[in-house]
């Protein structure tokens, strides 16, 4: 089977850093162009490789050549080039969160069924296998039942100018750059979105929220989550069960090499290690582009996609008005979620 050719809209720093280095080992894809109008293209396509670079989006989504691309974008932009991409037949892969209301979803679902494209919120972390074992024991009754989660995710923000995650009107703020990551993690835990959320955003000096706690209400079982830009760097994830408790030491952005633990106690003072190491952004790109060549066109793991836009917008409410808030169905439409990890 053919490698699938990938188009890179933007040399933003995480297509750089982590996607574009990915991609070069992966065993049925290839990045085949980029794109940008800052004039970057041509010396990031000599670095990696990149047969083709354009210094506009439209150029590179009309080269009949790219069968699938990569948007790296601002939230706030995610839409717009979401539907573009979609116009022109290809499938995509478009940074978490995917959008940030649901008229957005709206549109942009339209579009990819309207065009029979695949689309898939990128969150990596969900191919490291970490989580696997993570599922395996909370299946196995290792841990007994669930009582409680609690995600944390921290990173100190590169406040320089023109940050767009600061701004307002970029759909940016905590709860969406890093927030994101433990509502999902629960909800994919969980296999549900929760009953209802309550959510505390702070800032010192910035006009959006860098400080983000909440709780999220699962009926049976509580998880709460921490995130933020303040710092330090830290991302971790525990499930508390009435036997033992699983922790996550690096639960969603281990560093390329890095090997991260997952650590199993238990209620008679036994403790089990798992050092796991993988490149979660490898795995993301080879399974995307499997999918690419196998499936029918369809919104990958479409069910997290949902709960976690939903519970983000109870949680911007919450914040809003200091109210607890109920989370409703984004789309009352019945679907299909790819179980496959």
């Known amino acids: 089977m053919s490698a699938v050719r990938w188009g890179v809209l933007t040399t933003a720093r ?4 982590r996607f574009l280095p990915s991609m070069s080992l ?13 004039g970057k293209a041509a010396e990031v396509a000599a670095r990696f490789g990149i047969p083709a670079a354009y210094s506009s989006h439209e150029e590179l989504l009309a080269d009949p050549g790219v069968e699938a691309v990569y948007l790296p974008f601002p939230n706030a932009l995610h ?9 022109a037949g290809k499938d995509i892969l478009c940074e978490k969160p995917l959008v940030s209301s649901t008229h957005d979803y709206r549109r942009v679902l339209e579009a990819c069924e ?7 919120e990128a969150f990596m972390y969900r191919f490291h296998p970490q989580h696997q074992k993570v599922r395996e024991f909370i299946d196995s009754g290792k841990i007994g039942e669930l009582v409680s989660m609690h995600a944390r995710f921290h990173f100190p ?5 023109g940050e767009v995650r600061l701004q307002t009107g970029m759909e940016g703020g905590a709860l969406n750059d ?11 835990v ?3 979105a929760p009953r209802t959320v309550y959510g505390k955003g702070t800032s010192r000096t910035d006009p959006v929220e860098t400080t983000v706690t909440a709780i999220l209400d699962y009926g049976d079982v509580l998880g709460t989550l921490d995130c933020g830009f303040e710092g330090p760097r830290t ?17 969603f952005d281990p560093d390329p090499g890095e090997i991260a633990r997952v650590t199993v106690s238990y209620r008679d003072g036994r403790t089990e290690f798992f050092d796991i190491g993988e490149d979660q952004f490898k795995t993301e790109i080879e399974r995307f582009s499997a999918w690419v060549r196998s499936s029918g066109p369809e919104l990958v793991h479409r069910d997290l996609t949902e709960q976690n836009l939903a519970v983000r917008l109870a949680l911007q409410e919450s914040m809003a008005t200091g109210l607890p808030r109920i989370v409703t169905d984004v789309l009352a439409a019945e679907h299909h979620f790819l179980q496959e990890q």
């Open 14 to 17: 995480i297509a750089q850093g």
């Open 26 to 38: 992966a065993r049925n894809a290839v990045a085949s162009a980029i794109s940008s109008p800052n």
């Open 79 to 87: 839409a717009d080039w979401i539907v573009a991409a979609a116009e």
């Open 114 to 120: 309207r065009n029979g494209v695949n689309l898939m």
């Open 157 to 161: 923000m590169d406040r320089s100018e």
């Open 178 to 188: 890093v927030g994101c990551y433990a509502v999902d993690i629960m909800n994919m």
């Open 190 to 192: 969980m296999g549900r």
């Open 235 to 251: 991302h971790t994830f525990q499930v508390i069960g009435t036997k033992g408790h699983i922790t996550l030491d690096k639960a």
